[in-house]
């Protein structure tokens, strides 16, 4: 039997819930026509190094930490809808017969998989998607093909049971950021062949998605976010890591916080982006992205937009894919507003409801 990726049963309702470097995000969205609804959120923090790298090291720590939000979000929703990374995560596309049903479909691609995936077969979770007719031939489809090694989709599931949560779905990353996506598009000056950016800088990784008419065309992830300037806090004041988090989100620190620690950390944000952008044009016919969305927890940092924008010449914006949705009543306000460019993923997965 493949294993779910792409959850494509219609399984209503889920929370979304990402499991990040540094938290465990918990949404709930109801919808009503056209109106979407914030029912409940929550994010709680996970220790140092429980996610390294996006890969779960302490599954009874992140179990612990998804209990937790379950609880703070007061949510009644006991299924849940989770994301591996884009690195964890092959994509093919692949030509299959048109015509054939999930269950034919399905065999065949078990029969074939070998020549795509680099993995034993029973290492790894398969999952596809019927993308349309193949500009090769009427007769045939084009089918997504997507395979991750069975350990980390197994991982997260586990956590979840542990946390009595029932996984529903297990999604990829980047394509709970292209659902998101579609919230924020129509309040962008862009059209269906403007190449947009969305930079998602978050504890300890930085994912840069490329997309080109909501499709993502190009995805990237490195190893920086702002732990880095955590533990510059932690290294120049002499506090400890969970001192000087709340330092960096309190304030308070002395004055030289600014000009000595703070604005070079903006000044190699800005390095960072430039260096993913630079990655891509070299890897597709691209010399240019029409806007950049920062999105993750750093984005919303004071200045950074316009720092950006100023220094690489390019609309950016930070994401909100909550601005034209509704709040319920259990949900603080401010607070969703604060951590909304953080809540790309976990929103692309509560979205994963109306499929």
Do not use: W
């Not at 591996?84 to 029969?111: F, H, Y």
């Not at 009543?329 to 692309?348: E, F, H, Q, R």
């Amino acid at each position: 039997m493949l294993g779910s990726l792409f959850g494509k049963k219609r399984i209503i309702p889920v929370l979304g819930l990402d499991i990040s470097s540094s938290s465990v995000k918990l949404l709930e969205i109801s919808k009503n026509g056209e109106q979407y609804r914030v029912e409940s959120y929550a994010v709680a923090a996970l220790p140092p190094n429980v996610v390294v790298e996006k890969n779960i090291a302490e599954l009874e720590a992140v179990a612990e930490a998804i209990a937790k939000v379950h609880k703070l979000s007061k949510s009644k929703l006991k299924t849940a809808a989770v994301a591996v990374a884009g690195s964890a995560v092959i994509t093919k596309l692949i030509e299959m017969p048109d015509g054939l049903n999930d269950d034919s479909m399905e065999t065949q691609i078990t029969l074939e998989a070998d020549q795509y995936i680099p993995y034993p077969l029973d290492e790894v979770a398969i999952d596809f998607e019927v993308q349309g007719e193949s500009d090769n031939s009427e007769e045939r489809v084009d089918v997504l093909l997507a395979a991750c090694r069975r350990e980390n989709v197994e991982l997260r599931v586990d956590a979840l049971e542990m946390a009595e949560i029932t996984a529903k779905v297990v999604d990829v990353e980047a394509y709970a950021i292209e659902r998101s996506f579609e919230l924020i598009r129509s309040n962008l000056d862009c059209d269906e062949d403007s190449a947009i950016a969305i930079v998602d800088i978050g504890s300890t990784m930085t994912t840069l998605s490329v997309l080109v008419d909501g499709q993502t065309v190009y995805t990237r992830e490195q190893l920086f976010g702002g732990r880095q300037l955590t533990e510059e806090i932690q290294r120049r004041y002499g506090l400890s890591l969970d001192e000087a988090g709340l330092a960096k989100k309190q304030g308070g620190l002395p004055d030289d916080y600014e000009p000595e620690v703070l604005e070079p950390f903006k000044e190699a944000v800005v390095q960072q982006v430039t260096r993913s952008l630079q990655f891509f044009f070299s890897s597709s016919q691209y010399n240019d992205v029409d806007q950049i969305i920062l999105a993750g927890g750093v984005a919303s940092m004071t200045g950074l937009a316009e720092l950006v924008q100023d220094k690489l010449g390019t609309e950016t914006v930070i994401a909100n894919p909550f601005a034209d949705m509704a709040v319920g009543s259990k949900v603080d306000t401010m607070s969703l507003s604060n951590d909304a460019p953080a809540l790309m993923i976990a929103c692309g997965l509560a979205l994963r409801s109306f499929e």
